[in-house]
């Protein structure tokens, strides 16, 4: 496996196009709306969000993955199209169609996203217009501006890609963070590019792993969002079919694109000073590690400490006490910042003040040793500020 | 049942006393340690802490109420006992034995319980000399020190009364609220106390029940502290058996109390603005309703909203799609302020700024039928501002 390429995303895979423009759905010089489009047929793989007031969009491209074959992405920022009823629905499927008849294939080939305001209409004349032009400027090499015209509060573009197989397959992705959309809700996509051959129920095996532990396990405010979506899709190129040793590269690779975009969007999170990680070991098995870890990073109290530079190592064994899985305290052992705070049901006799100094850091380690089993989980979150309540609280006044 | 009398709580019933000294615990002139005595036998009830890693007074205090009868109840404020090894617990112990000494009890009659930092051990010089001099001071009449003892960083004293069975029959009660204690974590106590003649099983039903739907639906910040409890001591000094409509309605006096009681401390929330309450109605069942009423009082999201008195109804929807319970959104009703704003999937036409000005008031209702069933729930929860982020962050820099 390669170096991870910050500076290249969807575009690196031999056979895709992309294009990001502006057509008028956000402030003007913005760009909103973005083609990722694959040259031949592609096996397509979809994550989408579990929230039950799901977006349009994402009930159309739940369909499209089913079918297993997709040509391309078109996907809007500015707008959720969530929460808009029939009409909702209507505007989902005619961007797939609009696209579609310039590609000359099927509607149901074509994956539709859209992040931004809920509960408004989409505007379609400004779609309509914007799909055009972007498919005029299809092109290959940069891809900043399709990776741009997905962001909504993001502060940067986050794109990656590696080689793997020893060079003969190639992995690239663009995502948009977990920010607050003006003035509604956080979203979160990831698109994945590949030219590896490799047969859709595969890709999406691969994928679902994928994202568990590294897309599923991040947090910025613990809201799901209506409109979520990983989308992957590998169109062959390379000639490379994926089998053996090389289907288990290219997964590694698949993980470390999307584990370092996981890392981006909780440091680019609204209002994160820090990030820290929380890794539970030693869990009765690995459902509970997660559970256990996810309490522990979307606990308000322990972000706060975070934010604060306070190893309050009280708050994280009251998180873990209080997730829904099997905690044997007097068993446990808690690390802050590699230091050892809490052994045998009581605090140890570390140096408090070293360790204040060593949670100043921008990343903070969290590892919960618990000695009841093999489970093992890694979550991320960012810290809460009070920049953050003032970006959610007072966008509108 | 008459009015609630907002100026006595444990020492209306009949046969109580009560007294709160400061010892040593705390800083010097803030009152530490409360005592809480029935002249006579008195049926127990009680409702803990489901955290893992609850405290020592915790487990202690359950045995006592497992075995139904007690005599008195000992409380401090300014440590919490909690995580503090083996020594804990004989420390628990202690405070039974000394408190039990004096009463000519046993020690398993002695409801102990501690509230404040935790991972210290408790200054038990201190405690035993505070259980000393709050015995010379137990008395009858205003239980202000009792109540002003058991508080950590609340703002106000907490207690209420009434009489029901047609004055027959007396309640009386004292709380402490959920903000974070210096510098560790949060915690809520009440007791309670009656003049009713109940046996120990139909009060703990009755407590139950009632703690359900008032201590049990409140949030300030979804978390669970490791020293909660609340205790129900019954002494029959009445001499009234409750049975039939007496029962009845010495439920309802005693959720009147418990309501009135949970919903100060939400008021009295750390950084906490105004207040709000989430009633769902119309879901599948109870303990639907409950999940999604839970879910939508824990969200960051719309705590901020709430804060920023921003009608933002699509937060709302986002978080009851994201509980765990079946939610079917085109049949969704959501009133803000007794207005509807969403229904049939989508927004209505309401007029968002008037709505805007009634998002101002203290106390905002937020409203969701689902017409799924007859499952209903209510959950009061307080905004989250900066300075709750202030207050938890920056505590020890």
């Not at 509607?107 to 498919?135: D, N």
């Not at 829904?324 to 809490?342: G, K, M, S």
Request: charged fraction near 20%; aromatic fraction near 4%; hydrophobic fraction near 45%.
């Amino acid at each position: 496996m390669t170096d991870l390429n910050t500076q290249l995303g969807v575009n690196y895979p031999r056979g895709f196009k992309s294009a990001g423009v502006y057509c008028g759905i956000k402030k003007p010089g913005l760009l909103d709306l973005a083609l990722i489009v694959s040259e031949t047929e592609a096996s397509v793989a979809g994550v989408f969000t579990t929230n039950r007031a799901c977006a349009a969009p994402v009930r159309w491209s739940k369909q499209v993955v089913a079918a297993g074959v997709a040509r391309a992405i078109v996907a809007n920022s500015g707008n959720a199209n969530c929460l808009t009823g029939e009409q909702g629905e209507r505007d989902a499927q005619r961007m797939a169609e609009l696209l579609a008849k310039r590609l000359d294939c099927t509607p149901q080939q074509v994956i539709v996203a859209s992040t931004g305001v809920i509960g408004v209409p989409l505007p379609m004349h400004a779609v309509e217009s914007g799909i055009a032009q972007a498919f005029e400027r299809l092109a290959e090499g940069d891809d900043r501006a399709a990776a741009e015209a997905i962001l909504t509060t993001d502060n940067s573009v986050k794109r990656a890609s590696l080689e793997v197989a020893a060079g003969a397959v190639r992995i690239g992705a663009i995502a948009k963070g977990a920010g607050m959309i003006a003035p509604r809700m956080a979203t979160m996509l990831a698109f994945i590019t590949t030219d590896a051959q490799i047969a859709a129920p595969d890709l999406q095996a691969c994928l679902t792993r994928v994202v568990e532990r590294t897309f599923n396990s991040i947090t910025v405010d613990g809201d799901t969002s209506t409109n979520d979506m990983v989308i992957a899709l590998a169109n062959g190129a390379s000639g490379v079919a994926l089998q053996g040793d090389a289907l288990t590269d290219f997964e590694q690779g698949l993980y470390r694109i999307c584990e370092y975009l996981a890392k981006r969007i909780v440091k680019d999170g609204e209002g994160a000073s820090r990030i820290f990680e929380v890794h539970v070991q030693g869990a009765a098995d690995s459902d509970a590690a997660r559970r256990i870890a996810r309490t522990i990073a979307e606990s308000q109290l322990v972000k706060t400490a975070i934010h604060g530079g306070d190893p309050n190592w009280g708050r994280i064994i009251a998180a873990a006490g209080r997730a829904d899985a099997p905690i044997d305290v007097n068993r446990a052992e808690l690390h802050l910042q590699q230091t050892l705070v809490f052994q045998q049901g009581r605090p140890t006799d570390y140096d408090e003040r070293a360790l204040i100094e060593r949670m100043q850091a921008d990343e903070v380690q969290i590892r919960l040793t618990l000695h009841d089993g093999d489970g093992e989980a890694r979550f991320w979150s960012s810290d809460l500020t009070a920049e953050y309540v003032q970006i959610n609280a007072h966008y509108r006044t």
